[in-house]
C-alpha cells in the first residue's frame, strides 16, 4: 500500500526549528495576511484574533468581526465579517491557532505580494483594484467614478480650510475611495472614467483609499 506523503513548507517562527506546515496550511495563512492589507488592518493582530474568537465566540479587529461558528477539539469554522459583508469562511485547526500569534510574517518573502514586489523596485505600478493593499505605496490606475459625496469643509493640522469630497472609483474588479480636495472636486464628475498616476494608497478609518497629492496626477480620460 502507497501511502502519499502531504507536500509541507518552511513558513514561520512560531514552530520549533525542524517542524513544518502543510501546503494547506500555508494556503490559508497567505490568504488571511491578503485579507489584512486588504482592509487595512495589522497582520499579527488580525492573525490572533482567530485564537481569541476560539476561545471567546467572537473578536473584532478594528471594523472587522471574527466568529467562531462551529469547532471541535481539533479545528473551528470561522466567519469573518465588516458589517453586513461576508469577507470569508474559513476553516483552522486548534495547532495552527496556537501558532498564529507568533507567526512573523513579514520575515518571509513569500508573503509579499508581487505587485508589492514590483513597486518597490519600479516605484508606482500599474494595477486593477483587487490587487492593491498596504504594501502597495504607489499606483497608477483607471476607473469609473461611480459615487461622490457634497463637500464639505475641514481644517488641517495646521488650521487652514480645505475641502473634501470623498469619490467612489470602480473598475471591473472592484471599487475604492479617492479622496478629492480643492480644486480636485470639481475637476471630475459622476460617469467619469479617470486616470490616476503615482496615486498614494493609505487606511483611512480600517479602509483603503488612493489619493492623488502635489507629486500625482489625476485626469479624466472619458465623460
Same mark, same amino acid.
Given at each position: ?10 513558513? =514561520? ?26 482592509? =487595512? ?31 471541535? &477539539? ?47 523596485? %519600479? ?30 469643509? %475641514?481644517?488641517?493640522?495646521? =488650521?487652514?480650510?480645505?475641502? %473634501? ?5 470602480? &473598475?471591473?474588479? =472592484? ?8 480644486? *480636485? ?8 472614467? %479617470? ?13 483603503? *483609499? ?14
Amino acid at each position: 500500500m502507497r501511502i502519499q506523503r502531504e507536500e509541507t513548507v518552511d513558513i =514561520g517562527r512560531g514552530r520549533p526549528r525542524g517542524q513544518r506546515r502543510s501546503m494547506a496550511e500555508t494556503t490559508k495563512l497567505l490568504y488571511l495576511v491578503k485579507v489584512s492589507r486588504k482592509y =487595512g488592518v495589522e497582520t499579527n493582530e488580525f492573525l490572533s484574533c482567530f485564537k481569541d474568537a476560539w476561545a471567546h465566540n467572537k473578536s473584532s479587529c478594528k471594523d472587522i468581526l471574527i466568529q467562531c461558528r462551529q469547532k471541535t &477539539d481539533d479545528e473551528g469554522v470561522f466567519l469573518v465579517t465588516r458589517g453586513e459583508k461576508i469577507i470569508a469562511q474559513i476553516i483552522l485547526s486548534k495547532e495552527f491557532l496556537d501558532n498564529m500569534p507568533h507567526i512573523e510574517v513579514t520575515d518571509y518573502p513569500s508573503i509579499t505580494s508581487s505587485a508589492a514586489k514590483k513597486a518597490a523596485k %519600479v516605484g508606482p505600478v500599474d494595477i486593477e483594484i483587487k490587487d492593491i493593499d498596504l504594501d502597495v505605496k504607489w499606483v497608477n490606475l483607471k476607473a469609473k467614478v461611480i459615487e461622490k459625496t457634497a463637500p464639505k469643509g %475641514v481644517y488641517s493640522r495646521y =488650521g487652514n480650510p480645505l475641502s %473634501v469630497s470623498i469619490a467612489t472609483i470602480s &473598475d471591473d474588479t =472592484g471599487t475604492i475611495k479617492l479622496p478629492l480636495w480643492n480644486a *480636485q472636486i470639481n475637476s471630475i464628475r459622476v460617469g467619469d472614467r %479617470v486616470r490616476i498616476e503615482n496615486g498614494r494608497v493609505r487606511s483611512f478609518r480600517g479602509e483603503l *483609499q488612493v489619493s492623488v497629492g502635489t507629486k500625482g496626477k489625476l485626469e479624466v480620460i472619458e465623460n
